[in-house]
C-alpha cells in the first residue's frame, strides 16, 4: 500500500484513502448537493379544489378577538363574578423551605366572602364557590387578560422589592485596609 500511496498525488492518496475506509459508496458526496423530492400528502393531490380550499381553512389557526367576556359561559352565578374583586399577586416564600423554586409565579385570590362555624364539628364553612380557586400565571399580564376575559374588577398586589443579600465574610473582620486600621503609637 505504501508503494502505491507513493506513487499518487498527495490530493488523490487522501481521495483514495477516504474511499477505502468508508462505509458506504457516498463518503465523496457533499450532502447539499443531493436533492431529493418534496414530501407530498397523497391525499392533498387526490383532493379536488374545494376540498383542498377546505383543507387549508382548516389547517389554519383560529383568530379569536382579546376581549372576550366568559363570565355567561363560566358557569359561576353572577352573584359571585360581578361584585367582587381579584387580588392578582405574587406568592411569599414558604418560611419553611429555604429554595427559591415556586417563587416566580404569579396568582389570583378573590376576596373574602361570608364564612360561619359549622355547629356540628365546629369547622369553618361558606357558600362561597370560589375561594379555594388557585390559578397560577407565568406573568401578571397573563393573569389580567384571564380576568379581564372572565369579567372580574381586578388589582395588582406588586410585591416588596427585595433588597439584594450581601455577602458576608468571616474573613472580612480581619481585613487590613486603611479603612479599618487602627493606629498603635
Known sequence: ?????????????????????????????????????????????????????????????????????????????????????????MPAKNAMQSGTDNLHHWSIEFDNRERWENPLMGWSSTGDPLSNMHVEFGSAEEAINHCERNGWRWFVDNPEVVKKHRVKNYGVNFAWNKRTRVSTK
Open 1 to 89: 500500500m505504501s508503494v502505491i500511496l507513493r506513487s499518487l498525488s498527495r490530493a488523490a492518496a487522501t481521495q483514495w484513502t477516504k474511499a477505502s475506509f468508508s462505509t458506504s459508496s457516498i463518503a465523496l458526496k457533499d450532502p447539499r448537493q443531493q436533492k431529493e423530492a418534496p414530501i407530498v400528502d397523497a391525499n392533498l393531490v387526490i383532493a379536488d379544489e374545494v376540498e383542498r380550499r377546505e383543507r387549508e381553512k382548516l389547517a389554519s389557526t383560529i383568530a379569536v378577538p382579546t376581549k372576550v367576556d366568559l363570565s355567561p359561559i363560566s358557569g359561576v352565578p353572577e352573584e359571585h363574578v360581578k361584585e367582587r374583586r381579584v387580588r392578582i399577586f
